[in-house]
């Protein structure tokens, strides 16, 4: 698992540093599939190249949000024709359980349409939302306006703590000389964050299986 989540780590940083707003836009779209790529590692290393100069704050939180809307077109539509029944047989294949998607189908019973911009504010709920709003047909263009607006401030923060600690990491030679390399620390930080993340997504599936 440890080598898997280093590659994935370094596929991450080399798709972001390669596209730049491209790459964080095909990133975040990919996490709105409902495919387990967290956006607590995708957008704060984002930040980190705001930092240096190379992205802007404001777009990257911008491409961020886009990708979002992408990503959420095809959880949208797997929701909407496939239903339920579609999303537990397949959702598996993803690190997609029932949790989840109990907690997003009651989430959307409770707020409606607002649960998309409410939802995208929060972890887990935010990346299978769009599931319950295609089961309920949601209006598509209320369902991207309000995805982008939801989106969008979490990828700002995201991105702003990223930008903020590259800018502690050069600017304090003293931590910078403690680091050595800054993209050892990048994949770390990716590596253990990616490991909770998929730890807790397969103990959820193997938790409702047992019961």
């Not at 370094?10 to 491209?22: D, E, K, N």
């Not at 957008?43 to 990257?60: C, E, K, Q």
């Amino acid at each position: 698992m440890h080598d898997i989540l280093g590659h994935v780590a370094t596929w991450i940083i080399s798709v972001i540093s390669a596209l730049g707003y491209g790459g964080v836009a095909l990133l975040m779209a990919i996490e709105s599939a409902c495919i387990p790529l967290p956006s607590e590692v995708i957008m704060p290393f984002a930040g980190y190249l705001a930092s240096t100069g190379r992205l802007d704050l404001i777009g990257v939180a911008t491409a961020g949000a886009i990708g979002c809307n992408l990503g959420s077109i095809p959880a949208y539509y797997a929701g909407q024709y496939g239903g339920r029944a579609f999303i537990l047989r397949w959702g598996q294949w993803v690190l997609l359980g029932p949790e989840e998607l109990d907690k997003a189908e009651a989430f959307f019973a409770r707020f409606g349409g607002l649960a998309v911009l409410i939802g995208r504010l929060l972890p887990v709920i935010r990346s299978v939302i769009a599931v319950p709003a295609g089961m309920a047909r949601m209006n598509q263009t209320r369902f991207h306006i309000y995805t982008f607006v939801g989106s969008w401030p979490w990828c700002f923060v995201l991105a702003l703590i990223g930008k903020h600690l590259g800018q502690a990491w050069n600017n304090d030679p003293q931590l910078k000389a403690v680091m050595h390399q800054l993209d050892l620390v990048v994949v770390a930080a990716i590596v253990i964050l990616g490991a909770f993340y998929v730890w807790h997504r397969v103990r959820a599936i193997r938790r409702t299986r047992s019961s």
